[in-house]
């Protein structure tokens, strides 16, 4: 009797903690009813300890539940930092444990929410510079969304959560993941002109010009009419030395955009350092035919007539004292170009009086052109500006 007596008893015990924690369960969800959180964590975390509860499909749902309900008060939220993390969890455990579980809709509701929720969580310390924040964030919101299309057969073109997701690993000067990132939103046909600059930065950073190059002309190529796109190309030829190369490339953006004048005063720099001043004068010409009020163009037309006049002195510099006839002959050249530029670097004075630059070359003008006013009035506007 006594060995009967304590077999019934271990079944008693036994089925009395199988219904204890099956009542975990049901005392959880009553607790997130009322909005009691501390009760409702503590029961449902202890029925997922449970070998029964805690490979049932409903425990983890009802703890995803409870989790995404804190997120939403804003004081319990505070002192739940692991909600988020916790609820997205909960929901993936339950669709593991059971696909097709009652729950499916619900759940695919509740980690829409999460998705959203995270990617708004890395809006704030994105603009507060806080980039690992930032990143982990819409790294989530990412990788969120491209469960929900995978388990639910979602169609949801995640866009921004990666792309945001991509910028923060460029400001942690994570490069790689960042390539990765960009060119996952052009796999999925997402075209931005932004990838295309974004990825050929990355690869600058990372010193693949080659590369770099590659991504920027098929972005060009994809968006001829972006202005954003075909300076950053300029500016990657523009930044080597082969010369030949980026004037090529700057005819090639002129022919495209005719009436763009900061492409004609950048040719003009280029022909001036490969000596042809004659063209050099040329796109500067057009330029301010194009925009007369360009104070780009009359600054480098001014400066190419100055710099031509210094490269005279310096040769009259190095003469003999006996070539007085030879010395005559270049500071005439040379006093003929200074006043040639003087005009051009006066109307570019007009449209930027603030250029340090320009004063500068105004004040060696006057005093060698003898315009003892001017050299006055320009001494004034330096010492202002110091």
């Known amino acids: 009797m006594k060995k009967i007596f304590f077999s019934i008893s271990l079944f008693t015990l036994s089925f009395s903690f199988a219904f204890s924690q099956s009542s975990k369960v049901v005392s959880a969800f009553n ?4 909005g009691e959180f501390d009760n409702a964590k503590q029961a449902i975390n202890e029925a997922t300890q449970d070998p029964k509860t805690g490979a049932q499909a409903k425990t983890w749902f009802y703890r995803g539940s409870i989790y995404e309900a804190i997120l939403g008060d804003t004081n319990f939220a505070k002192k739940s930092p692991e909600a988020l993390s916790e609820a997205v969890l909960s929901y993936k455990k339950a669709m593991e444990i059971d696909p097709k579980n009652q729950w499916k809709t619900e759940i695919q509701q509740g980690l829409n929410d999460c998705s959203l929720i995270s990617f708004n969580d890395g809006v704030a310390p994105y603009n507060r510079k806080e980039y690992q924040m930032a990143y982990d ?23 921004f959560a990666t792309l945001y997701a991509g910028h923060a690993a460029t400001k942690l000067k994570r490069f790689d993941e960042s390539i990765v990132l960009y060119q996952s939103l052009l796999d999925k046909n997402i075209e931005k002109p932004d990838l295309y600059q974004n990825m050929a930065e990355s690869y600058m950073a990372k010193g693949d010009t080659v590369k770099a190059r590659e991504i920027i002309s098929k972005g060009v190529k994809a968006y001829p009419g972006d202005k954003g796109l075909m300076i950053q190309e300029l500016n990657m030829y523009l930044s080597g030395s082969d010369y030949n190369a980026s004037i090529a490339k700057l005819n090639e953006a002129i022919a495209k955009n005719p009436d763009f004048t900061p492409l004609y005063v950048q040719l003009g720099n280029l022909y001036e350092q490969t000596k042809d001043t004659a063209n050099a004068r040329k796109n500067y010409e057009i330029a301010i035919a194009k925009d007369p009020t360009n104070f780009d163009s009359y600054y480098r037309m001014g400066a190419l007539y100055y710099n031509q006049a210094v490269d005279l002195n310096n ?16 500071k005439v050249k040379r006093d003929a170009l200074f006043k040639q530029a003087l005009p051009f670097l006066e109307k570019a004075h007009n449209y930027d009086a603030k250029d340090k630059d320009t004063l500068l070359a105004l004040k060696e003008l006057y005093a060698r052109l003898n315009m003892m006013e001017k050299l006055a009035e320009t001494k004034k506007k330096l010492e202002a500006l110091n």
């Open 137 to 159: 964030n819409f790294s989530r919101a990412a990788s969120l969304s491209s469960y929900l299309n995978t388990t639910f057969a979602q169609e949801n073109k995640d866009t």
């Open 315 to 330: 040769q009259m510099n190095k003469l003999d004292l006996k070539a007085q006839k030879q010395y005559d002959v270049l």
């Open 31 to 34: 607790y997130l009813k009322t």
